[in-house]
C-alpha cells in the first residue's frame, strides 16, 4: 500500500513541499490537507488539542502520532511518551524530529506494554473505523491502561453536514461512519474507513464495556475532547 501520508510527511520536512494531501469522502467533495498544518506549533493547535497536552500524564502512547508534533511537545516537557504509526514515512519524521521512542505498529499488533495516558488526536475516532468494529478496538485500548489511566481522544459530530434529521434516518447505517480516499503527487489511497462520533453514541458504547467517558473540553466546529477511563 502506498504511504501516502508519509511521503507528503517527508517532504515537507525535506524542503520538499510543492502541494497538499487531498482527501474526499462519500460525503464531501474534494479538500486539502495543508501540510504545514500537520507540523502545528502548540501555540496553533486548537484549543481541544491544547487541553489534551495540559491532561497528558505519566507514560504516554501517540497513537497514529504522525509528524509527532504531540509527542515531541510532551517529551519536551519531561513525560515519558512512545509515539506509534502504520506509517513508515511518518515514523522516519518523528525520528527526525527527535523523538526518543517511536514504533512502525498497528496499535492493535502492540502488546505486553502499558501507559497512563492513551493519545488519539486528530479525530482520533478515526482509527476506531466503524460501529462494529470499534469493540475490538476499545477492549485493546483498555487493555494497555495502567490502573487510573486515560485515553484522550477527540473527535467531531458530523450531524451538521446534514440537511434534517429524516436525512440520517433514511441513512443506511451510523451518519459518522465514513469511507475516505487520500491523494498526493499522483498517487491514490484505495477507500478506508473513518468513524466520527457524536457524544451521546461514543459514552453509551463506552458505557457497555466498563469505561467512564466525560467530555473535557469542546471546539467551535462541533468538535469535542474526551476523557474516557475504566470504571
Known sequence: MQDIIGTALLDYYS?????????????SEEDELPLPYLFRTYEEMPEIEQKAMELAKGRVLDIGCGAGIHALYLQDKGLDVK????????????????????????????KNEKFDTLLLLMNGTGILKNLEEMPTYLRHLKSLLNPNG?????SSDLK??????EEIANLDGYYGELE??????GMESLPFDWLYL?????????DDYGLKFNVVSRGVNYDYLA???IA
Open 198 to 206: 457524536d457524544e451521546h453514541t461514543f459514552e453509551a458504547i463506552c
Open 83 to 110: 509515539a506509534i504509526d502504520t506509517s513508515a514515512g511518518a515514523i522516519e519524521v518523528c525520528k527526525l524530529q527527535g523523538i526518543k521512542d517511536v514504533e512502525n505498529i498497528d496499535f492493535l499488533n502492540l
Open 227 to 229: 476523557k474516557i477511563t
Open 160 to 165: 451538521y453536514m446534514y440537511g434534517n434529521n
Open 15 to 27: 524542503g520538499n513541499y510543492s502541494e497538499d494531501i487531498l482527501t474526499e469522502t462519500n460525503i
Open 180 to 185: 475516505f480516499v487520500m491523494r498526493y503527487k
Open 150 to 154: 486515560q485515553i484522550l481522544i477527540d
